[in-house]
């Protein structure tokens, strides 16, 4: 069963402060996926990657496969940034997502 | 485009008492997975499908039910509902399986008294 564990758990940032969540694996995957939960409750797809790096606005998602680690980078953070965001890796058989237990990020104005 | 819906929004059931949470998607996916959300928990698997007529189960399927008749739906029944079963759950649906992009409902929040 893959593991996967996020650091921090919480972390506080003040606006403009650039952000780096960080997400482990324990066994190779076929993809990894970053979400976001809003204190609403909702859960958004922000990246699904399998190898390099991705951009989209201010966030960047690298994984290195060779490491089973990946990061997720927010640049120029801002308040509405403030969510939980979430890995998730979908094992070779793709077949199930494992989670992890999620940051909770706080950018503070 | 409505995506993926889930109903009811919230819930609250007495011990023993039954129940179907509703889930469907109008973006023709196969894969549909429900799960369960608990506080200082990653979410967990309760059961998924890789198409109609195909369920299988995930990391904590006991007291759960699910059955895919058509693409679009994918209800998933409490049989007896418990205490231990009072969690926020999400269902989601992708194009293929795991390795492709997931989309969420907005969740079911679910308290067993």
């Known amino acids: 069963k893959n593991e996967v564990e996020q650091s921090p758990q919480n972390l506080t940032a003040q606006e403009g402060e650039f952000i780096t969540i960080n997400c482990s694996y324990s066994v190779g995957i076929s993809a990894l996926h970053w979400l976001q939960q809003h204190p609403g409750g909702g859960i958004v797809s922000l990246f699904m990657l399998s190898s390099g790096k991705k951009k989209h606005g201010r966030l960047i998602a690298t994984i290195n496969i060779q490491e089973k680690h990946s990061s997720l980078h927010i640049t120029a953070s801002h308040p509405r940034d403030s969510a939980v965001y979430i890995c998730?890796?979908?094992?070779?058989?793709?077949?199930?997502?494992?989670f992890g237990s999620g940051t909770q990020l706080t950018v503070l104005p | 485009n409505a995506g993926v819906t889930q109903t009811p929004k919230f819930q609250v059931l007495k011990t023993g008492q039954s129940m179907t949470l509703q889930c469907a998607q109008d973006?023709?996916?196969?894969?549909m997975s429900w799960y369960r959300q608990d506080p200082g928990m990653g979410l967990r698997l309760i059961h998924y499908s890789v198409g109609a007529g195909i369920t299988d189960q995930g990391e904590v399927p006991n007291g759960y039910n699910v059955s895919r008749s058509t693409t679009e739906d994918f209800p998933l029944r409490l049989l007896s509902a418990a205490p231990s079963q009072t969690s926020v759950y999400f269902c989601?649906?992708?194009?293929?399986?795991?390795?492709?992009?997931?989309?969420f409902g907005d969740g079911t929040r679910l308290s067993i008294l």
């Open positions: 973006m023709n996916h196969e894969y």
């Open positions: 989601a649906s992708s194009l293929g399986q795991a390795d492709q992009p997931q989309h």
């Open positions: 998730a890796v979908a094992a070779d058989s793709a077949r199930q997502l494992t």
